[in-house]
C-alpha cells in the first residue's frame, strides 16, 4: 500500500479549483474570498472596451488593409440585451470588396481585454500560414460572432475567421474565440461554422491556434462548407513549423 | 383548427389574444428574452389578463390547437402523434386553471402517471400560473427512474454530474478534476466532460481515460463526452468505448437543424449505443441538455415564447428514453434571463415541466459573467431545486468551470444541499463512496483511490 497522497497536491495537475479543503461540507474562507475576488474582476472585464487605435497598430505589421467599423449597437447595456443588434453593422458602414479573400474580423465581443491581448499574436502566425488570398483586417467594436456574416457577404470574401472575446470566466477573463465560416453571408446558423475555443497562454497556444485554423480553413475549402459536415480531423503532433 | 382567439377584461379594458402562442406568450411571467423576441406582454395588466384567460381555457384545447404547425415542423408532429388520451383521462374536462389545482391535491403516484398524457403545452401552460411553491411542490411528487449502471432517481437521492472540464482537454487536468470531484461525493449521474474541441481523435482520447479511471476504481456509474452527436457516432464506429450519447436540443424543428441534429439522427445515435450493451442494470443511455432561449438565438422561435418551446424540447428527450436530461438555465445570458430571479424562476419552471413529462430532470444551476446573478442567487436556486425532488445537479470543482467559463455548482454544494436536506447518492456509488472510504478525511487520499492509479503521480 503506498503512502497516502495530499488532496491539494492535484493542483500540481489543473488550473481548476480542486484541493480546496472543507469547512464542514462547504468552501474554506479562503476559498470562498478567492472565488468571489475573481467574479469581481470577470464583471469588471465584461465591461471593458477595445481600444481600437492600439489594435490597429498592433496588427499594422501584417500589410494588410484595417477597417474600423461598429455593430447597430448603441452601448455596453444595449450590448447585453440586444445580441440582434450586435449581429447587424452600423447603418451606413462602408467595407472595401475583397472577393474571394480570407477576411479577419478582430471583435470585442464579451471582452476586449482578451481580444486586445491575443488577437494580433494569433494573426502574426495565421495570416502567413494561408495559402488562400487575404483581405483586409476589420477591427469591429460590441460585435457579436454573426456580424463576420454580413462583413463578409458585402466584402464578398470566401470566408471570415472571427477572432472574438469570450465571455469571461473566473479563472480565465482574458480568453479569444477563432470561428471559420465558408461563405459567410447573413443567415448563417452556428451549425455552419466551425469554433476554436480558450485561446490564450495556459489554453490553446497561439501557435495551436493558427495551424488549427489554417487546416480548417484548407479543408473547408475543399468541402466548400464548414460547420457540422466539416470535421475537425487535424491529426494531433500535426503542427507545421512557425 | 384554426384559432379562435381569447379575450379577457380587467378593469375596464378589453385585452385580446388571437391565438394560443400569442396567450401562452403573453401570460409568461416576464423575462428579457421574450421582450427581445417582442412576444412578451406590455403591461403588466396584459400579462394577468392572458393569465386569466389561459386559467379559463380547456386543457383539450392543445389537442386542438398547435403553437406551431403540424405540417411545419417535426417536433410538433412527434407531439401529437405521441399523446396518449388514456393517460390524459383524469384531466381532460378540466382548464387549465383547474388543471394547477388538480396537480395541488393530487398524490404523487396520480401526477406520476399523467405524463404520457401530457404535451408540453400543457405544463408551459400551468406552470405559468403556478408560484414558484406551486412549481416546488408539484414537481416533488413526480417519480423519474432511469438506470445504467447504477439506478438514478430513487426518492431521497440526489445525483450530482462530474462535470471535470479543462480548456485544453489535458487527460491529467481531467483525472485530477475527477478524483476531487469523487472525494466530494460526486459522479454518480455521470462523469461528463465538455471537449474543447469536437476533435474526433481527442474525444476518443478522452473517452477512453474516463473509461480507464471508471475501471481503475471500479465506479458503479457512467461517462460522456460531450461533444456533437455526429462525432460520437464517428467515435462509436471507431470502437471508442461510448457510455452516453449526448447532444444538445431544442423545442422546433429549426432551432434542432441550427444544431446540426434531427429526430432521425437521434434515433440512429441511441440504436448505435444501445448495440454496444456497455449498460450493467439499464439501457437508458442518452443524455440531452436544454435551456431557455436556444429557438430564438438560433431564430426559430415561431413566435413562441421560449419557456413554451424549453418545454417541447422535452418531448423530444422523452422519446428516446434518456438516463439524463438537462436544462443549463443560466448559461445563454441576459439577453434571455437577465437576472438572478429570471433565472430562478426558469430553472424551477423547466424542471417542473421536465418532470411533469417523465423526464429525469437535472439542473445545471449556473449563471455567466455578464449576467446580473451571483452565487446568493445559485444558493436559492439549489435549495429550491432539492427540496423539488431535482435528479441531479453539476459538480463543478470550485463552481468555476475553467474550459466553458461560466459558473455552476461546485462539489462542496452538492454535498451541502444533500446534508441540508437529507438526501443521498445513488444506492450503488454511496455503496461505492463507503467501500472506497470516502469523506473520512479532509485532507488526504485514501489509498485505494491513489492518484497514482489514473497516472497521477
Partial sequence: MSTPSLWRDLRRFTDARVGLGRAGTAQPTLAHLDFQESHARARDAVWSSLDVAATEAAVAPLGLPVVRVRSAVPDRRAYLLRPDLGRRLAEGTVLPRAPGSVVFVVADGLCAIGVQRHAPAVLERLVPALDLPTGPIVIAEQARVALGDEIGEATGAAAVVMLIGERPGLSATDSLGVYITWAPRRGRTDAERNCISNVRPGGLSYDEAAAKTAWLLRAAQGLGATGVALKDEMPAGALPAP | ?457
Fill in chain 2, 1 to 457: 383548427m384554426a384559432a379562435m382567439g381569447f379575450t379577457q377584461d380587467i378593469a375596464g379594458t378589453r385585452y385580446v389574444f388571437p391565438d394560443l402562442r400569442t396567450l401562452l406568450a403573453r401570460a409568461t411571467p416576464l423575462r428579457s428574452g421574450d421582450a427581445l423576441a417582442g412576444v412578451a406582454a406590455e403591461s403588466a395588466a396584459e400579462r394577468i389578463a392572458a393569465q386569466r384567460a389561459l386559467a379559463d381555457m380547456p386543457l383539450g384545447h392543445f389537442l386542438n390547437e398547435a403553437v406551431i404547425p403540424y405540417e411545419a415542423d417535426e417536433v410538433t408532429r412527434l407531439i401529437i402523434d405521441r399523446h396518449d388520451a388514456a393517460s390524459f383521462a383524469p384531466v381532460r374536462s378540466l382548464t387549465v386553471g383547474g388543471f394547477r389545482d388538480w396537480l395541488l391535491a393530487a398524490d404523487p403516484a396520480a401526477v406520476t402517471a399523467l405524463a404520457p398524457g401530457l404535451t408540453p403545452e400543457m405544463a408551459a401552460a400551468v406552470s405559468k400560473i403556478m408560484r414558484v411553491a406551486d412549481l416546488i411542490q408539484v414537481a416533488a411528487k413526480c417519480r423519474v427512474v432511469t438506470r445504467f449502471r447504477n439506478t438514478i432517481g430513487l426518492p431521497g437521492t440526489l445525483s450530482i454530474r462530474l462535470q471535470p472540464n479543462h480548456p485544453t482537454d489535458d487527460p491529467r487536468g481531467i483525472a485530477a478534476s475527477v478524483l476531487d470531484g469523487l472525494l466530494l461525493g460526486a459522479g454518480d449521474a455521470v462523469i461528463g466532460v465538455n471537449p474543447a474541441t469536437d476533435n474526433v481523435e481527442a474525444v476518443m482520447r478522452v473517452l477512453e481515460m474516463l473509461d480507464t479511471v471508471r475501471e481503475r476504481f471500479d465506479i458503479p456509474t457512467q461517462s460522456c463526452v460531450l461533444s456533437h452527436v455526429t462525432t460520437t457516432m464517428l467515435a462509436m464506429e471507431r470502437g471508442a468505448p461510448v457510455d452516453l450519447v449526448f447532444q444538445s436540443i431544442g423545442g422546433t424543428e429549426g432551432v434542432n437543424t441550427s444544431f446540426g441534429v434531427s429526430l432521425s439522427v437521434l434515433k440512429e445515435a441511441r440504436e448505435m449505443a444501445l448495440a454496444l450493451k456497455r449498460g450493467t442494470v439499464g439501457e437508458d443511455v442518452m443524455y440531452f441538455e436544454t435551456g431557455q432561449g436556444s429557438a430564438l438565438s438560433a431564430d426559430a422561435h415561431h413566435g413562441v415564447d421560449q419557456q413554451t418551446i424549453e418545454a417541447r424540447a422535452y418531448a423530444v428527450a422523452r422519446e428516446f428514453s434518456p438516463l439524463l436530461v438537462n436544462t443549463v438555465v443560466g448559461f445563454i445570458g441576459p439577453e434571455y434571463l437577465f437576472d438572478g430571479k429570471q433565472i430562478l424562476r426558469a430553472g424551477l419552471e423547466d424542471h417542473f415541466c421536465g418532470k411533469m413529462l417523465g423526464l429525469p430532470m437535472g439542473v445545471d444551476v449556473c449563471y455567466t459573467n455578464h449576467a446580473e446573478a451571483d452565487q446568493d442567487d445559485m444558493d436559492t436556486l439549489l435549495t429550491c431545486l432539492g427540496v423539488a425532488g431535482v435528479t441531479y445537479v453539476m459538480g463543478v470543482p470550485g463552481a468555476d468551470d475553467v474550459m466553458l467559463a461560466y459558473q455552476s455548482t461546485s462539489f462542496h454544494d452538492g454535498l451541502t444541499v444533500r446534508a441540508m436536506l437529507g438526501k443521498r447518492a445513488a444506492p450503488e456509488f454511496e455503496a461505492w463512496l463507503d467501500r472506497m472510504g470516502i469523506g473520512l478525511d479532509a485532507e488526504r487520499i485514501p489509498a485505494r483511490l491513489s492518484p497514482a492509479l489514473i497516472g497521477l503521480a
